[in-house]
């Protein structure tokens, strides 16, 4: 397999990873990133991870370069063909310290098969502990005038994507308010290559930039116990998304890829209590009724 | 599909579902679980839940009878026929306040298909946070002196197929000390039914006797924070067995089972730290060192 197509896409995401970091570093103001380098038989990355700062209680960009062998249930899952890979990307997620802070999460990837087969993948999506209905459609429309710089079926169709992939089908419920999220974009030719390739770029670029701002809007908001503790188990969906439903979490874990910086994906605590149900009336609950596919949320009121 | 035989079994594990909250009880002394009655269209249950008890943080022993369709997909990945079927079980986490104390967990459960074939399943295992020799070796004994009493067969190859089955392959480590597993064991007659009736019974009745002599034993060790924290970092281990690896948990939410009941084998509360590594020679590594496959716990030194 000869990777030149996709060792220069792992050069321009690596850089972007490096870029990303310094903007959340400057956001995040007190903490930097530690990066990790790793080797293994599958390949190599870069964990940037950043734990108890200011704002952030933990961050983590990674970056990864790998090749291998893509089994038979491996490919039937991802309705492919087995054979070797090679795949490279940016994953993302940041976890602030304050409640009123959402997560986000970002990835973008590039894969190729031996038989020169390739596509991108990827989407950013942000889960607020509480709703902010403005947010999102600040969030919604700085996805959109991205998507729309390129093509403009993509925003709508990826957000279609977004909320069916983003999906607590075990508790019928999103995992916040959604975003974008593609998968399979098979380049038809050359331009089309650059098309993709462009528009995963500016995606990971949107990213830090989008939560620098969230960070400077919401990080001095005050907050109590109870809001705390709410966090804390919206984050215990968090990982049940990311450890029952998540692709990437499988497909990483499956191939043999980097268990530490696959599951840096989990929140720094999490808690589960049973049956716990908002009161009505409550942010809570209004956060809750607000968990649904199919939202607007740029022109919702 | 005519249920007699499984109708018999769910009234016979019903009420060891009520002796085992009865045992946990008084050996927790303060708190009572509550039991919560559920019916949904697949069926019905009780989940008795005990929270924030003075020896238990968290415990749950899950009684449920259900039926459904076995769709080809769950069929597959059991390496069963699909169609219509029966279940009935016991199942049951005790996740302790302190970190000397191990978390323990027991299934039993009973298995109808609509063409006549029928099968119990079922395990008990162990999971310290802390190992300790002497305490595995007790508790692999009890396993073994009941499953002698129906089968020399039993205590040895049912062990390692929990090695097997509790083994986090993403970490390369068992979930704890391990225990027995067993599943698909077809009853071929009416007397062969009733010996694997009687032997998952008596695994029920021996579960809360086991449980209530270790919290007798261990419940007042004092402990310091950075044990705390080390039972919660393993109480995150749990999350990843439960949610990645653990066919029940899978069944259960794939049939569409009652979330609430089958993820109350979540802990109270988990931490991830990245790449936390316990210091050489520390009780936490030792600990980590003892999580392996094939160790013979009933006559190791």
Same mark, same amino acid.
């Given at each position: 397999?000869?990777?030149?197509?996709?060792?220069?896409?792992?050069?321009?995401?690596?850089?972007?990873?490096?870029?990303?970091?310094?903007?959340?570093?400057?956001?995040?103001?007190?903490?930097?990133?530690?990066?990790?380098?790793?080797?293994?038989?599958?390949?190599?990355?870069?964990?940037?991870?950043?734990?108890?700062?200011?704002?952030?209680?933990?961050?983590?960009?990674?970056?990864?370069?790998?090749?291998?062998?893509?089994?038979?249930?491996?490919?039937?899952?991802?309705?492919?063909?087995? /054979?070797?890979?090679?795949?490279?990307?940016?994953?993302?997620?940041?976890?602030?310290?304050?409640?009123?802070?959402?997560?986000?999460?970002?990835?973008?990837?590039?894969?190729?098969?031996?038989?020169?087969?390739?596509?991108?993948?990827?989407?950013? =999506?942000?889960?607020?502990?509480?709703? =902010?209905?403005?947010?999102?459609?600040?969030?919604?429309?700085?996805?959109?005038?991205?998507?729309?710089?390129?093509?403009?079926?993509?925003?709508?169709?990826?957000?279609?994507?977004?909320?069916?992939?983003?999906?607590?089908?075990?508790?019928?419920?999103?995992?916040?308010? /959604?975003?974008?999220?593609? =998968?399979?974009?098979?380049?038809?030719?050359?331009?089309?290559?650059?098309?993709?390739?462009?528009?995963?770029?500016?995606?990971?670029?949107?990213?830090?930039?989008?939560?620098?701002?969230?960070?400077?809007?919401?990080?001095?908001?005050?907050?109590?116990?109870?809001?705390?503790?709410?966090?804390?188990?919206?984050?215990?969906?968090?990982?049940?998304?990311?450890?029952?439903? =998540?692709?990437?979490?499988?497909?990483?874990?499956?191939?043999?890829?980097?268990?530490?910086?696959?599951?840096?994906?989990?929140?720094?605590?999490?808690?589960?209590?049973?049956?716990?149900?908002?009161?009505? /009336?409550?942010?809570?609950?209004?956060?809750?009724? /607000?968990?649904?596919?199919?939202?607007?949320?740029?022109?919702?009121?």
């Amino acid at each position: 397999m000869d990777h030149k197509r996709g060792l220069r896409v792992a050069e321009e995401y690596q850089s972007l990873q490096t870029r990303a970091c310094t903007i959340v570093e400057q956001a995040e103001e007190t903490t930097k990133f530690d990066h990790n380098e790793w080797n293994k038989e599958i390949g190599s990355g870069n964990s940037a991870v950043l734990q108890e700062g200011k704002k952030i209680e933990k961050a983590a960009i990674n970056f990864s370069k790998v090749s291998g062998v893509y089994t038979e249930e491996m490919a039937k899952s991802a309705g492919m063909k087995p /054979g070797k890979f090679f795949a490279t990307g940016i994953s993302s997620i940041l976890h602030p310290r304050s409640p009123m802070v959402p997560i986000i999460h970002m990835n973008v990837r590039y894969f190729e098969l031996e038989d020169g087969a390739s596509w991108f993948g990827g989407g950013i =999506d942000l889960t607020p502990h509480y709703i =902010d209905k403005k947010e999102a459609a600040w969030f919604h429309q700085q996805l959109k005038t991205v998507c729309d710089r390129f093509d403009l079926s993509y925003y709508p169709d990826y957000k279609k994507q977004a909320d069916d992939y983003f999906f607590l089908s075990h508790r019928n419920e999103t995992r916040g308010v /959604g975003g974008i999220f593609f =998968d399979h974009l098979q380049p038809k030719n050359n331009e089309d290559f650059e098309k993709l390739l462009s528009f995963t770029k500016a995606l990971a670029k949107l990213y830090p930039e989008l939560y620098a701002a969230i960070l400077k809007n919401k990080s001095e908001l005050p907050f109590t116990e109870r809001e705390k503790q709410w966090q804390s188990l919206r984050r215990g969906r968090y990982v049940e998304f990311n450890l029952l439903h =998540d692709r990437g979490t499988k497909f990483g874990l499956d191939s043999g890829g980097n268990t530490e910086s696959i599951l840096l994906s989990m929140p720094p605590m999490a808690i589960w209590k049973y049956q716990f149900e908002p009161e009505p /009336g409550s942010a809570e609950r209004e956060t809750l009724n /607000g968990l649904k596919k199919e939202i607007d949320w740029i022109h919702q009121k």
